[in-house]
């Protein structure tokens, strides 16, 4: 495929991304958690072409996105709970997994066979926007090669995925930079992915604690070990670089590029696939300086302990 499109976030470019989402293309859109690798949920050849696009293996499942209750009612059936959350949080970086109807529309590869099924409503105008114009839900992963960390602005994209999207829609930097935060419903309450709405404000809000996933539960790829990988071998908790080593730093802790100087973990957790991604192209190994283990630094230090698990 030739370069990819790159599509202002104006009228016409959104006009332009709807017609090819809806006519079966790819299309990488912004949102407030990370790019997302677009395409229309109720296509199987759409949606087929995304884990093509990713080189991603097929059991890991795919989040629906949606601009509204009655089109995440008309997929999913919500309980009392997952209402709650959604009047708490959504539009908003939260996804819930909830058991799927068996009319959804969706493409069965888009849950990978799964009886539940992943729902997101971004609350990123540009992609409501453009949700809103395909009048489909949308099925996006993370618009990354599989293994690769998250895009978070059009650059990572064409950089990952450039030759295999037909359309990257830039709306800039996204605000939060990292993924959202995964709860599974079925019925029990799980935490399956920390992510950009921290854990505890899910916890506050049902009045209960998340419980973790169970061996038998479905391995979600945000839970393989070496999932967020970037090319350079990496080494936590480090004071300071040893060797050829450059140093993503936190706090006091300066480094050659910063999470937060002013260790401000919603700051870090904005900046923490950006400055990946710069420190591996310089083909050196990366340290990382320590970051607390609370609120968003929970989902911080899990996308760092997997970008460096053994691989
Ligand atoms: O912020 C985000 O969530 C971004 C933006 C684009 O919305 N998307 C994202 O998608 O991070 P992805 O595919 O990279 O991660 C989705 C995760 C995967 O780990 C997948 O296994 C899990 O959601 N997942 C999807 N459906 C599931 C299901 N039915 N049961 C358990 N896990 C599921
Ligand atoms: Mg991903």
Redesign the pocket.
Known sequence: MPQAERLCADDAGLTRAAALLRNGALVA?P????????ADATDDMAVARIFEA?G?PQ?????V?VTGMDAARAIARFDDAADRLARAFWPG?L?L?LP?RADSGIAPL???G?D???L?M?AHPL?RDLLGRVGRPVA?????PSGRI?ATTADHVRDGLGERVAAILDGGACP?G?????V?L?PDPVL??P??LPAEAVEACLGAALGL?DGS????????AS?YAPRARMRLNAESATGNEVLLGFGNVAGDLNLSPTGDLVEAAANLFGHLHRLDAMRRPIAVAPVPETGLGRAINDRLRRAAAPR
Do not use: W
């Open positions: 859109f949102t407030e958690t990370v790019y997302g690798l677009g990713k991603r059991f890991n499942p795919l989040i996105h970086p996804t997994v799927r888009v849950s990978a799964l539940s099924i992943a997101r971004p992609a996006a992963p993370s618009a990354n998250s939060v990292l993924e959202s935060t995964i599974g079925l399956l992915r992510g950009g996933p539960a479905i391995l979600s790829s945000g839970q393989m999932h």
